[in-house]
């Protein structure tokens, strides 16, 4: 039976969507499709290259990130090369789709119990890779707010004025850079669990958490990077000013719910950039969309397909690709009930 939050969310997001488009609309009145054209076809060639590379990094990061959930998990058996396609294809339907934790889940779940691992160390690599992308969220916010705290000031009259003075967000970005720190002290002094009522937290050996600290930034800093090449470099404010507002326009997509961040995303990053003539940016931020959502999609669907296909076939020739459970590590959430999770998991594939 649905629940009303079922229904709720998408609601939130498309009205997110809805009043995004109408306030992105009104902020670009009077730019011509032909100004925007100009204004790709203005981008120098190496540029557009150094933006593909930007996303290559982008979701090898992401690739990374299951590969830590992975050996935090002691599960070895598993080539690079499928955990890098199922990594990809994850997050290219989960950023086009939204809901990147659910997605995520099922197609996880489809791709790594074919390898042997368990509903419940599926749902541990979804929550491990989600942690490690909020780490990465944090750490790099921490540092933009720190070196640069007048950046939110960029979006007066669309932020709280307390999140746009500059004082506060240098105390804010102390704050998450703290929250850093206390994890990464956590893990090397091996401290007992936090638990937070029924949700206990094990920080992760030393060698998982060093990998998390290097990798969690790379993607999001590959991301931005695609933006930063597709702008022009007249009047350009600076990787680290471009990243900031990267930042804060990705987490205003995640907060709003809309799928895709679609609307939201490109209302914040214009706003926030006002020394950047319309065209090019509405250009630059079309050639991220290009990049890492729209081509990373289609391939997606393409491997979706195929996989599915051939596990078809399998199943119908009697010769399935379950291999043998992969062993039980103690699990990160153990508050987390691994038959509730097998049974929701299972529920959501069918």
């Not at 705290?149 to 999140?163: N, V």
């Not at 105390?171 to 720190?181: E, N, P, R, S, Y």
């Not at 930063?228 to 995640?254: I, Q, R």
Request: proline share 5%; charged share 10%; with cysteine.
């Amino acid at each position: 039976m649905k629940k009303i939050s079922d229904f709720i969310w998408p609601i939130v997001g498309l009205a997110a969507v809805a009043v995004s488009g109408y306030l992105l609309f009104r902020e670009l009145r009077g730019i011509s499709m032909s100004e925007i054209q100009g204004s790709l076809a203005a981008i120098p060639l190496h540029r557009f290259l150094l933006a593909a590379l930007s996303t290559l990094v982008a979701y090898a990061a992401l690739a990374w990130y299951d590969r830590i959930a992975l050996l935090h998990l002691g599960v070895t058996h598993i080539s690079t090369f499928f955990v890098s396609v199922c990594s990809f294809t994850t997050y290219a339907l989960s950023h086009n789709i939204g809901a990147s934790v659910f997605s995520g889940a099922v197609v996880r779940y489809r791709a790594y119990t074919a390898k042997g691992l368990s509903a419940a160390q599926v749902a541990v690599l979804v929550a491990l890779c989600s942690f490690t992308f909020g780490l990465g969220t944090i750490l790099l916010g921490g540092f933009v707010l720190v070196a640069l705290p007048d950046t939110l000031t960029r979006l007066q009259g669309y932020l709280p004025a307390i999140l746009t003075n500059p004082s506060t967000a240098r105390t804010l970005g102390a704050v998450l850079l703290g929250a850093v720190a206390l994890y990464v002290a956590g893990s090397l002094l091996k401290l007992k669990p936090l638990t937070i009522r029924s949700f206990k937290l094990e920080y992760p050996r030393p060698r998982i958490m060093i990998r998390q600290i290097i990798a969690a930034p790379l993607e999001l800093l590959g991301a931005a990077g695609i933006i930063y090449f597709a702008l022009p470099e007249a009047h350009n404010p600076g990787f680290l000013v471009v990243l900031a507002v990267f930042l804060a326009s990705f987490s205003a997509a995640l907060v709003s719910n809309a799928p895709g961040g679609l609307g939201v995303f490109e209302l914040v990053f214009v706003v926030a950039m006002p020394d950047i003539a319309r065209p090019a940016i509405i250009a630059a931020l079309l050639v991220f969309r290009m990049f890492y959502f729209w081509l990373p999609f289609l391939i997606s669907v393409v491997v979706a397909l195929l996989y599915e296909r051939n596990r078809l076939a399998g199943a119908l020739r009697g010769t399935g690709t379950q291999t043998a459970r992969a062993p039980h590590p103690p699990l990160v959430a153990q508050g987390l009930d691994p038959a509730k999770i097998e049974r929701d998991l299972k529920r959501k594939t069918v």
